[in-house]
Every structure is written in structure tokens, then in C-alpha cells.
């Protein structure tokens, strides 16, 4: 019977910790990712990047938030303009729903679906932009974990897809062109 009796006040003074979290509306996130290309890029083959973002949520019902925020990431390419290593500079904003549910002790599982808009910068070795795409809109879904890792802050690490079609022009000549990935990482969520 004290044995059982230990399970349950360690099982509620666990689950106490994900009810402090989960009473705060407003929370931000800060995370940084590897980017590994999921499709060639205007027939170019893609190097693995990265990237990093800052996103805001809103909590409106028990489980479910809205957020927006930016993200840049970027991956290379030696085979779009010959002779040259190009950056693929993926910059701007997404938003969306994000829905998140406990799962075992404090860790909770998320899963957010959302739009992009966002723009392609091609750079060259140098620094000089070859060709900025303009905004355009994309979309994106993921998945991952929230651990708590104290009262007001969590790691939320995730796996995400992430699309966006725009019209690049590389040497003169105006292509359609999706930029696909996916995108393993790891944040830092404080809740306030």
C-alpha cells in the first residue's frame, strides 16, 4: 500500500509541473535546425543547410495555440551557375495552428500545420545577391516533444516539411521552382 501510495504522489507532483505550464496564453520559442533538401532545386542538387527562428504563440483553447514568427535557412548549390557554389537563402515568416497534448509524466507531444510567406535570396560566393525571388507563399507541418525543463521553460525538439515554388532566374533565364526540406531541430520555449 506505501508503495502505491509513492507512485501516486510522485505521479501527481509530475503532472503538476505540465498544469504551471500549461496555465500561461503567451509563449516564445527560439530553435535551430538542420535542413536536409527533399527534391533538386531547379534541377540543381541541394547540399544539407541550416537555419534557425524565432516564433511567437497564443494559447486560445486548453490544447490549441496560433503562431507567427521568422525563420532563415539556407543550403548550397554548385550546380545551378557553373563554376560557382551558390547559398540558397530560404528567409521569412510563417504562421499557423499549433496543437499540443500531454503525453507521459510533464513531455507533451505537438503537432502544427501553417502557411509560409517567404523568399529565396541566391548568393553567391561572394556576398552578391544573384537573384531574389520576392515573397511567395509556401506551407509547412511538423511534429515533435515539449520538456519541461523547469517551470517556465521546455525543449521542444521537432521534425518539420517545409515547401516553397517561386520563379528564380539564374543566368538570364526565369524558372519555376520548389524548394522542399525538411528540417530536424531543437528549441527553447519560455511561457509567459
Known sequence: M?????????????LSGSTVLAQSRWSAELSGDAAMPTRSFD?????????????VRYRFQPH?????????????SSQLLP?????????GYGFGLRFEH????RT???VRGGGLLNHIELENESGDIIDDT????????GGGLMVPIGARLGLTPGIRYRTLSRDVNVSGTKRASTLSYVSTGLGLAITF
Not at 2 to 10: K, Q, W
Not at 102 to 105: E, K
Not at 134 to 141: D, K, P, R, T, Y
Request: hydrophobic share 45%; no cysteine.
Open 134 to 141: 520576392g515573397h511567395g507563399l509556401g506551407w509547412e507541418v
Open 64 to 76: 490549441l495555440a496560433a503562431y507567427t514568427g521568422w525563420e532563415w535557412h539556407v543550403q548550397q
Open 43 to 55: 534541377g540543381a542538387d541541394l547540399k544539407a543547410g541550416g537555419g534557425f527562428g524565432l516564433n
Open 83 to 91: 563554376g560557382e557554389t551558390l547559398d540558397l537563402n530560404d528567409t
Open 2 to 14: 506505501r508503495h502505491t501510495l509513492t507512485i501516486v504522489a510522485a505521479s501527481a507532483l509530475l
Open 102 to 105: 500531454p503525453l507521459l509524466a
Open 108 to 110: 507533451s507531444y505537438w
